[in-house]
C-alpha cells in the first residue's frame, strides 16, 4: 500500500493514459476566495446538519443494529448506508485541509461502527444484514448492495488519503474482496442497477496497486448492456457501454458509469471506451443540457429525456446528476486536457452544483429548475438524502479540481483566491473571480529550468488578457490552454483579464420553452430574475427583457452573502385581466407596457428568500 | 326491471336533479356529416380491429380460462377484463343504431363466456378469479376489481338498453349484489384505487330501480379522502370529495370520480357535491388544461400538474382523460343545462378526444402532446389498452351528446346533420359544421301547444345570427342557450349563422412554454401546423406567424379525409446554424428571416401522415 500522500480526489498520478496528474489535496490552498466561503459553510454548516440527519434518520443505527450493539429494525431507505459514507468522504475531505476535533471524533467513531458491523467474509450492507441476510446478491438490478460498496470504497480512499489510518480501507479492501470472490469471468454475472461501484474500484486499485480491483470494475462495465439486469435504458443495460451514442436512463446512474469508463480508459486507454464517451458527451452537451449544465431533464426515472426535451417549470436536473457530471468531465479532463470538459465542469459548479444547496448550508434541492411560479422551496434532509452529502463531499472537495501538473508543467483549470504548491513551484493566486475579470499569478518559489504554466481561458470569455511581467501576450484564444513557458523566477507575475460582460443567449429552436426568450450570464454565471427583485407588482413570468439596451453591473455586498448583480431594461406587461381565463382571443396589443428596471442575480442564489417567482429563460421584447 | 326503450348513455328520464333528460337511443340519427364518418370508421374499422386485439392480447381467453374452458394462464393487464368490457359498451352502442350481424355474433360469444366465468356467488374478475382466487378484495388501491366491475356494469346497461337481451345486465345485478354484500355501512369499508364503479353503479340503479346500487355508489364516494386506500392524491383519497378546490392526481381516476359525483348529484341533489365540483371544475378550466381540452397533464402519475403547468411537448393529456372529461361535462349538463358545460364537452371531443385515434379508426395516441419535434407517431393497441376501446364507445355513442329535452321542450347541444325524433317534434338539421358556420333546422312534425327549441351558440362565437322562417332572432348571445318558444309547424326554419373566423389565442403568462406564442382555432375546432404542410425546408418550431396579416381559408377534400385548412404569412428563419449548439450568444437578429406562407390543420388530423414535426402554439411574429 503506498503510504506517500496520494493524489487529490482522483489519483492519476500512475495513471498510464492521463495528460494531467492530480496534485495532493493540501497542494492547493484556497484563501479569502469564492469558493472557501462554500467550504466553511460547508464545514461549519453542513456537516454538523448532515451528522445530526445521520442520527435522525437511522442511517448511523442501521450499523449498530448490524454490528449487534443495538437491536432494532433497519431504517430508512435501502440504500441509506451511503449516506454515511458520502459523509465519511464529504469529512475526511474537511480533515485533509483542516484537523477538526469534532469532525475527527464523529469520523472516528463512525469508522469504527462501520468496521463492527463488518460480516466475518467482508461482506458490509445493512440493509441485507438485516432484513435478509441469506439475499445477497438476489436483486443487482433494484437494490444497491454494490452502489453502497462504491461508495464504502470511495469514503475508504478519501478517509486514507486524509488520515494517517487505513482502518477504513481495510474494511473496503475487505469487502472488495469478498465481491472479487463473487463476481468475475467464471464466477457469477451481472451488474449493479446503480452503477458507482466501477470508478470506486478504479481508484481502489489505485490505492492499493491490487489489480484485481481494475479488473473488477472493467467487468461490471463489461457486463452493462446484455439484459442481465432487465436491458432497460433506465439502468443503461439496454445497449453495451461502447455502443451507446447518447445518453440514456437515470441520470446519475449513466453519469456515475461513464466516470467509471473515464476511469477504466485512464489506466488503460482503451480506445473505443473513449469513442463513445466521446459520442455521448456531444450528445448530451448538444441536446440534453440545460443551459445551467443540468442534465437528467425528465421527473418520470429521473432520466435523460429525449433531444431537447428540457422545460423550464418541471426540467429535473438532479443536484446529483450535475455532481456525476463534474465527477465525470473532471475524468475526462485528466485524460485528454483538453478544455471543453475544464469548461463545463466550471460551468456545472458554479451553476448546476450550488443552486442545490442554500447560501447557509442547510437547505437543498433535488430538482432543480429553471422557472418557478412562486411555490418552490428548498428542503431539508430528504427522505432519499443522496444529494445533501453529495454536495458536501464536493464542496469539500473543489479545491482538488483547480490544478494538476504533467511533466511539462501546471495546469490552472479554475480561478480562485489560492496558494499552489508543487514540487517545483510556489503560486499565490489573487482574484474575486467568478465576480471580478482579474486574476493575478505570482511566483513565488520556483524551480530550475522551464516550466510551462497553463492557464484555461473559459470558454464563455470574449476578449482574453494575459500578461507575463506586464508583457501582454499573443494569440490568446477561448476555450483553449495559454500555455507559459519559462524559466520562471520568484517575483514573476501573469496577469489574466477575462472580461465578464453580460451575455444574452438564444436556445436551439427545438428547446420550445425557450422560443423567444433569452438567458443572460455574466462570466462563468448563469442569472436568473426573481420576483423580490424587481419593481412591485412585477411578474417576471409575463416580463420581457430589452436585449438592445445595455446592461449595468452592480456589487450588493449585503444581498445573498454578497452577489454582482446586473440591471436590465424590461417592459412589464399588465396581467390582472387574466385571473379568470386560461386562454383568450388575441385582442391587446402584444408590444406595449410599461417600461421597468429588472434586476438579476445569479441562478445558484436563487431560493434564498421569500417564495417568489423565477426565470431564467425571460422573454425578448420587439 | 324497466323495459321501456331507455335513455341514451346516461339515463336521466326519472332523476330528480336534471334540468335535462336524455334521449332514446334512436332518437338522433347522423346523416353524412361529421360524426357519421367517424362512427362509420369506427363500426367497420375500429371494432373488428378491437376484436382481433382482444383475442391477440388473451383478454377474451382470460374469461375463457375462469369459465373452464380452457386451460392457462391469466395473460395481460390485471385490469384487461375491462378492455372486453368497454369494447363489448361500444358494440352495444353501434347495435343500438344498425344491426350488424359480425358485431352480434361476437357480441352474444363474449357475453356468453362472460356469464359461464361468473362465480357461484356473482363475483366476476378473471384476474382474481385464475391467479388468486382467495385474494379477492385484498388490495382495493392496486388492482382493479371494482373498477373493472364498473366497466362491466356500463356495458351491461348499454347491452340491455340496446338490444332485447338482459343476459348481460343480469351478470351485473348478480355482481353488483355479490359487491353490495361485502361494501357497504357496517360491513367491508374501502374505496376503489381506480373510480369507475360509482358511475355505473347509479346508472345500474337508473335500469334496474334498484336503490341499493345508488347508495353503494354513495358510499364508495363517501368512503374517499379518509386514507382508507393509502390518503394519497394519486387516488383522490388526499381529501374528501366535498372538500376538493382542485383536480388532483391521476387525472382519469379523478375524472370518472367526477362523473360518478355528477350521477349522485342527478339522482339526490346533494349541493356540497355540487359546490365542490363546480370547484374544481373552475380550477381545472381556468389552471389545469390544454387548449385542447387535454387534461391531465404531467406523465408522472398521468396526473393533473400543478397550476399551469402545462408543457408542450410532454403534456400527457391521456385520450381516457378526455373522454372521461366528456363525461363528467356530459352529466353537468343534465343537471344544470348550463352552456359552459356544452362548450367544454365539445370542444373536448373535436380537439381532445379524436386527436387520439387516426383517421383510419386503427392507430392510437395514449398522451397527446402539443409539439412534435419530428418523432411521434400513434400506435396500435397497448399492452395497457384503456384508451383504443375507451373511444370506440365515445365515438358510437356521440350522437346521443346531441339532443336533450325537458318539459319546456327540446336542446340541440351539438351540431351535425340528422333527424331528431321526439315524441311531439320531429327535426332535420342540415349542416357542414364544423366545417361551415351554417346550421339549418326544419321542422318535419310537431305536436300541438307551444314548445321551446334551445339552440347552443357556442361561447367561441363572435357574431352569432338565428332566424326563424327568416326573420331574425334578437339578443343572441353567444356561450348560452338561445331558447325559441313557439308552435312549431311542420315546414317552420330555423337558421343559425356561427361564423367561424379563424381566431388567434395567447395563453395566461404562467403558461410559460406558450409565452410569446399564439395558437390558432376556427369554430370548434383548435388547429396546428405539421412540417409536411409547409413550404420545404420550413422547421415549424422555429417558424414565427403574423397575427395581423389576414388568414385564409381552404377547404381541401383530398386531404387528411377533407378538412378546411388555414394559410397564414408566417416568417421562417434559418437554423442550419445550429446544428452543433444548443445555446448561443444572441447575435443574429432576431426579428428577420424569409416571408413564407404557412397552412395550418385541425389538430385532431395530425399524425395521420409520415412523421414530421408539429406545434400548436407557434411563435408570435413582431
Known sequence: MDRTPAAGVVDTLHSAHA??????????????????????????????????????????????????????????????????YKWLEAASFELSRQRDAWIRQRVDEAVDLIAAAQCQDGYLNTYYQITNPKGRWTNLRDDHELYCAGHLFQAAVAHFRATDSDALLRVAQRFADCIDGVFGPGRMRGAPGHPEIELALVELFRTTHQDRYLKLAQFFIDERGQGLIGGRAYHQDHVPVRDATEPAGHAVRQLYLLAGMADVYLEVGEQRLMDAMDRVWHDMCTRKMSITGGVGARHEGEAFGESYELPNDRVYNETCAQIASVMWNWRLLLATGECRYADLLEWTLYNGVISGVSLDGKRFFYPNPLLS????????????????????????????????????????????????????????????????????????????????????????????????????????????????????????????????????????????????????????????????????????????????????????????????????????????GWSQELYRPLGVPEIGGTPIELKAIPYFAWANRELAPMVVWMRRAG
Open 19 to 84: 495528460l494531467c496528474r492530480s496534485l495532493p489535496f493540501d497542494a492547493v490552498k484556497l484563501r479569502d476566495g469564492f469558493w472557501s466561503r462554500w467550504q466553511k459553510i460547508n464545514r461549519r454548516e453542513a456537516l454538523t446538519y448532515g451528522h445530526t440527519q445521520l442520527v435522525e434518520s437511522g442511517a448511523l443505527d442501521n450499523f449498530a443494529v448490524a454490528a449487534g450493539r443495538k437491536t432494532g429494525t433497519f431504517q430508512n431507505m435501502r440504500f441509506a448506508d451511503s449516506d454515511l
Open 373 to 576: 411560479r412562486g411555490n418552490i422551496a428548498r428542503s431539508g434532509w430528504f427522505a432519499c438524502a443522496c444529494c445533501p452529502p453529495n454536495v458536501m463531499r464536493t464542496l469539500a472537495s473543489v479545491h482538488n479540481y483547480a490544478v494538476t501538473r504533467n511533466d511539462m508543467g501546471l495546469q490552472i483549470h479554475l480561478y480562485d483566491s489560492m496558494r499552489i504548491e508543487t514540487a517545483d513551484l510556489r503560486l499565490e493566486v489573487d482574484t474575486d473571480y467568478p465576480w471580478q475579470p482579474g486574476v493575478n499569478v505570482r511566483v513565488d518559489e520556483a524551480g530550475s529550468g522551464d516550466t510551462t504554466i497553463s492557464l484555461r481561458i473559459p470558454r464563455w470569455c470574449g476578449r482574453p488578457i494575459v500578461r507575463v511581467n506586464g508583457a501582454q501576450v499573443d494569440g490568446i484564444r477561448a476555450g483553449a490552454y495559454c500555455d507559459l513557458r519559462h524559466s520562471w523566477r520568484s517575483g514573476d507575475t501573469i496577469e489574466l483579464d477575462l472580461p465578464m460582460l453580460p451575455v444574452f443567449h438564444e436556445a436551439h429552436p427545438f428547446v420550445e420553452p425557450a422560443r423567444g426568450c433569452v438567458a443572460l450570464s455574466r462570466g462563468p454565471l448563469v442569472y436568473c430574475f426573481e420576483g423580490l427583485d424587481q419593481p412591485a407588482g412585477t411578474n417576471v413570468l409575463g416580463t420581457a427583457v430589452d436585449t438592445a439596451a445595455a446592461v449595468e453591473e452592480s456589487w450588493q455586498d449585503e444581498l445573498l452573502s454578497g452577489v454582482m448583480t446586473l440591471r436590465a431594461r424590461g417592459i412589464a406587461r399588465d396581467h390582472t
